[in-house]
């Protein structure tokens, strides 16, 4: 009998990480269904809903954006019943999935709920794991540090890896991406990565955009790249375009071939606080992170935080191997400066390289392939 599974992933990250699992499922005996972005439709998941309502940070963001959620809510569930799943797999997104999952449990609780990305109990309310557990049966973590939290509550938690390490950003070509956009030699590359969300994006690339104005007139020879999700490119576009900076900036949008290829290519990065941190640490580019708050999402937020960091490769460690400007720290001139400082200094670029290669190893080191080991935790039958 074939198992049913149920797959749903609410933002741009969510969806990258689910395609290859999506397309390890279907290679098995498994009917699959979901809500997914781009990528999982692309790996052959059967969506025909938008991720882009759930795609929101912020306490202020989500309420002015609830009835949107709402009726992906009420007609993701009534998929869910049509469908009858044996299985119930969630990526992060723990606003949204969170409330499917204790929803569907209520609806029938021999439906398997499992959760990929243990929410960050060790940053800000360590209480949640007690509530994590009651939701699912079982939690795949993406960090070593992370089962600890959750297995004193009586949840089966396993260390599955992230899958960043199997994307095959190491592998970006360089050579082939100075080709494509003619890069003069003895130019600089530069990425500017506002987010994937839109609130992240209006809040944090006009700050990048003025950064790297900046940068413009120290380095005239700097070639500045947006890459993009498909879910905000043309909104990325129109906000660049409607900013006047006289910027030649040029957008990458989707394919993750092109994005590894811009990083091969990048001296140095500067990138909203992210996941996509941890991909640039692995393509080894000199970078900082940014990130501009709603003011009173931040002030609650810098109350509840247990954390003094907000890059992960910081928290591991206890040290700020990666700058960080967050809200009034995120200023142009600050990025600016950064990024000057690892362009005009060929030591400091170096001796960050080395800080990113060290960093990795002790995050990411697995010997195992984590998709590999979440497909086999969905196909269980304990």
């Known amino acids: 009998m074939e198992k049913k599974v149920f797959i749903i992933a609410g933002e741009a990250s969510g969806d990258m990480w689910g395609a290859p699992i999506v397309k390890g499922l279907l290679k098995k005996n498994v009917t699959l269904k979901g809500l997914g972005g781009t990528e999982m439709k692309v790996a052959g998941l059967k969506s025909n809903q938008s991720i882009t309502p759930l795609s929101i940070m912020g306490l202020f963001e989500v309420l002015k954006n609830l009835p949107s959620v709402l009726r992906v809510y009420k007609k993701t569930m009534v998929q869910i019943k049509n469908f009858k799943p044996d299985v119930l797999f969630t990526i992060d997104s723990p606003g949204f999935n969170f ?211 907000a890059n992960l490769f910081n928290i591991a460690s206890n040290r700020e191997r990666i700058p960080e400007f967050i809200q009034e720290k995120c200023t142009p001139e600050k990025l600016a400066h950064f990024a000057f400082s690892i362009l005009s200094n060929k030591e400091e670029h170096k001796r960050m390289q080395l800080r990113l290669k060290n960093g990795v190893k002790n995050l990411l080191e697995t010997k195992e392939s984590p998709t590999e080991n979440i497909i086999s935790a969905i196909l269980d039958k304990k």
Not at 250 to 265: C, W
């Open 99 to 309: 409330r499917i999952a204790k929803a569907v449990k209520k609806w029938n609780p021999d439906v398997k709920c499992i959760h990929f990305v243990a929410p960050q109990v060790w940053a800000w309310k360590p209480e949640r794991a007690a509530k994590v557990a009651k939701l699912f049966d079982h939690l795949l973590c993406l960090f070593p540090f992370e089962p600890k939290y959750f297995t004193p509550h009586g949840l089966k938690t396993t260390l599955v890896g992230h899958p960043v390490i199997e994307s095959g950003v190491e592998n970006g070509d360089a050579k082939r991406f100075k080709e494509k956009f003619k890069i003069k030699k003895g130019s600089f590359v530069l990425p500017l990565i506002p987010g994937s969300r839109k609130s992240e994006i209006e809040r944090t690339l006009p700050v990048l955009l003025k950064a790297a104005k900046i940068l413009s007139y120290a380095f005239p020879q700097t070639r500045f790249f947006i890459p993009t999700v498909e879910a905000t490119h043309t909104f990325v576009r129109d906000f660049v375009k409607n900013t006047d900076m006289n910027l030649n900036i040029k957008l990458i949008k989707g394919s993750a071939i092109n994005r590894f290829d811009l990083f091969a290519a990048s001296n140095v990065a500067l990138a909203a606080s992210g996941s996509v941190s941890l991909e640039l640490g692995l393509a080894n580019v000199p970078h900082c992170v940014c990130y501009k708050f709603n003011p009173l999402t931040y002030w609650i937020g810098k109350r509840l935080v247990q954390t003094k960091f």
